[in-house]
């Protein structure tokens, strides 16, 4: 198993640019997570899924889109970067239901400017 | 409300030393208490959890301790090593759709 997998490593945009951020999972686990990780803020929830078709916001969702047309896809869309986007980007996914145990991804950092 | 608290920011250990992380947490729905260890360049990867209907729990060299009653739990490592150099997320979850509330991180740094 490859486990959670995550497009692109690095990533530079310029402002008002948009990308898309790619995570897969092969574990066939239901739920899924988008989160960012600033320098001494720890993780934020950005976007989460529970199933597919089931996305539902985070902590910090504003600019930010997901969809989940599969169980192991989880996309995240950056829509109009802004420089507050420059951030590490990981996706996590579990069993759900009583399991709590995230698997995190390599990461995306990512640097708007 | 959902914050989750993490003090010290930094520490710095001596090989063979103990390194104490501490937690606190306002949300009493909470119902799962984890630990991650983060390497540079890694994502973060499950250590060791635990439930409130238990006051400790010990794997190996890493122990969490978790008072219910004043909100906080830590995370305990003994006989520290310089492998053990990373960043720790405590973090914080409840309901049934596996969210978790982490940490502020603490950066260990384990000297030889």
């Known amino acids: 198993n490859a486990g959670v997998t995550q497009t692109p490593k690095f990533r530079i945009l310029k402002i008002g640019q948009s990308m898309t951020l790619q995570c897969t999972q092969d574990m066939n686990h239901n739920y899924m997570y988008w989160y960012r990780q600033d320098p001494g803020m720890g993780l934020k929830l950005i976007y989460y899924?529970?199933?597919?078709?089931?996305?539902d916001k985070g902590e910090v969702p504003n600019g930010y889109n997901v969809s989940r047309s599969t169980t192991e896809d989880f996309p995240l869309r950056l829509e109009l970067a802004a420089p507050s986007q420059t951030s590490v980007y990981f996706c996590a996914s579990s069993y759900g239901t009583n399991s709590y145990e995230q698997y995190f991804g390599p990461g995306t950092r990512l640097t708007v400017t | 409300q959902q914050q989750v608290k993490q003090s010290p920011q930094s520490l710095i250990v001596q090989k063979g030393g103990i390194s104490i992380i501490n937690c606190a947490y306002e949300n009493t729905a909470f119902d799962y208490f984890p630990w991650y260890q983060q390497f540079p360049g890694k994502g973060p990867a499950l250590l060791i959890a635990?439930?409130?209907?238990?006051s400790e729990k010990k794997e190996g060299r890493f122990t969490i301790s978790f008072n219910k009653s004043a909100k906080q739990f830590s995370l305990h490592i003994m006989d520290s090593q310089p492998g053990d150099s990373a960043t720790y997320f405590c973090?914080?979850?409840?309901?049934?759709?596996?969210?978790?509330?982490f940490g502020q991180g603490t950066t260990l740094q384990v000297k030889p």
């Open positions: 973090a914080a979850g409840s309901g049934n759709t596996g969210k978790l509330i």
């Open positions: 635990i439930r409130p209907d238990v």
């Open positions: 899924s529970v199933g597919a078709g089931i996305t």
